[in-house]
């Protein structure tokens, strides 16, 4: 009996060694699995927190936990306004990462081993003069009965609506918001990012700094088969570069967006698969690519910062707009920009009118017919110029120049030129609800 017991206590010993053990190494080495989720939470609180004006507990609640992972309960986060950053770890303690913000260029999760690029903040864009006059100039909507009628159906809206605002000949004829959120709300807008980058470069086009048809873009592709690599197939995403899209684990564009501090020189890093033009394969790393492009072909960083902001947000009164960067200083040009749903709806028009604001064009002849060209590596899906296409079976309800920004979550903008229609729909609507924005947008394509 005295030995079983000694052999038991020795045992449980062991025991528990490992257990301090297998903490000690989580809390020295945690896996990246870990870091990942809690530097999405430092960054996602953060900019809610500073950037939305949001709660930091709803947006743990109501944008992180709800993603599906058990582990992120284990979550928690901490604000510090004073020096507005925000810390999130696993059980107080376990893969601590922190995200901090700047003024006019947003939240940004401080790498691990690398200096972070200190930045110097655009203006902000100033609100509309009169806010009584009607939309865009002002702030005032028009709202008609048949929008307003199919804006009440929650069917068409969907679960997790939180802003729909509809745009007919130039006005908002219809909007609704989810609770907690308003006209004031800047929403993240994820992939719909994409398209003002492109819309970016379409200026530097304009300006003379980019061709489609450039070659040699990244100075680490000089020596290799990556130099043939054309602005045109980044843009159409067929570059033939590896890179996986996968969420929900550690893929490369989860270890892009949370974990590398140069997001743009990790996606350039990835090897070629397939000759460029030949495969599509829908990356975000692509789209961090063409923001460092664009940005380093303009005379210095403070200028390139200064970009979207002089050529794009204040002329069209994109007051809200905060487009984000990363560690190095680069716009996160495939995910974080921020908008109110009204200044996403101007975005949208913008692109309606073809490029062209108040009179004056700001984008190419035929650069935004672009978006609405598909291209054949994509079966028709995708377009030429980072937007996609209605799927077959909503073609049919759909006119047929329609062309859709598209974002994580549920995340829209229906563009449909010749009925000179814009339909933004922003919420929280993971994939596995099955809802269809493109529902919302032909009934109300059907009212002209």
Known sequence: MRFASRFLKLILLVLLLLVMGGLIWVYAAPNALLRMGSAYAAKIVCSNVFIAGRDADNVLSEDILPQGNRVLHLLGVQVDREHQSVRASFLGLVATRVAIYRPGLGCTVVPRKAEIVAVSAPAPVPA???ADAPWPEGEKAEPTAGVSAVLARKNLTGVGMRAVVVVHDGRIVGETYGAGYSAQTP????????TVNAALIGMMMKDGKLRLDDKGLMPQWQNDPRRDIKLSQLLGMESGLEFQENYGSVTDVTRMLFLEGNM?????????????????SYSSGTSMILSEIWMDRLESRD??????????????????????VDAAGTFAGSSYLYATARDWARFGLFLAQGGVWNGERLLPEGFVESMSQPTAASGGRYTRLQTWLPMSDDKTRLPSDTFVLQGHDGQTVFVMPSKKLVVVRMGFTPMRTHYKAADLAAAIAKLY
């Open 187 to 194: 929403l993240l807008g994820w992939s719909m990012t994409k």
């Open 264 to 280: 743009a020189k990790f996606a350039a890093s990835r090897k070629m698969v397939a000759a460029p033009g030949q495969k599509f």
């Open 303 to 324: 200028a390139a910062w200064r970009y979207p902001r002089d050529r794009l947000f204040a002329p069209l009164g994109m007051s809200s707009a905060v487009f984000e």
């Open 128 to 130: 509309p003069v009169v």
